[in-house]
Nanobody, 124 residues
Framework: QVQLVESGGGLVRAGESVRLSCAAS????????MGWFRQAPGKEREFVTS???????DYAESVKGRFTISRDNAKNTMYLQMNSLKPEDTAVYYC??????????????????WGQGTQVTVSS
């Protein structure tokens, strides 16, 4: 089992930055892929970014150049640095983890564990 806890959300203005954290505990050595997804009110959960064993990463087009994912394996923590935030980035952000080496980072159903989510609100 893996437990995930997000932190770092809040209310910011457009153009500002926020860093989210996702602390993993339990059988963290079994994790292959970690990722961030978000869900805005009335919308489906959507892929934001993912990182595979700290090596390769992938980003949704809407956040490329603004968001950066990183993973500190020693601390079992994943981060999402979000810069140049826009009102359309407002959502609940969830971190996920997959223990399957075949997992596709952008597909939410490939993830085995999820955090509780953290709200990010960007005002215009």
């Amino acid at each position: 089992q893996v437990q995930l806890v997000e932190s770092g959300g809040g209310l910011v203005r457009a153009g500002e930055s926020v860093r989210l954290s996702c602390a993993a505990s339990g059988r963290t050595s079994t994790i292959w892929t970690m990722g961030w997804f978000r869900q805005a009110p009335g919308k489906e959960r959507e892929f934001v970014t993912s990182i595979r064993r700290g090596v390769s990463s992938d980003y949704a087009e809407s956040v490329k150049g603004r968001f950066t994912i990183s993973r500190d394996n020693a601390k079992n923590t994943m981060y999402l640095q979000m810069n140049s935030l826009k009102p359309e980035d407002t959502a609940v952000y969830y971190c996920g983890a997959s223990v399957n080496y075949r997992s596709r980072g952008s597909i939410s159903s490939d993830y085995d564990y999820w955090g509780q989510g953290t709200q990010v609100t960007v005002s215009s």
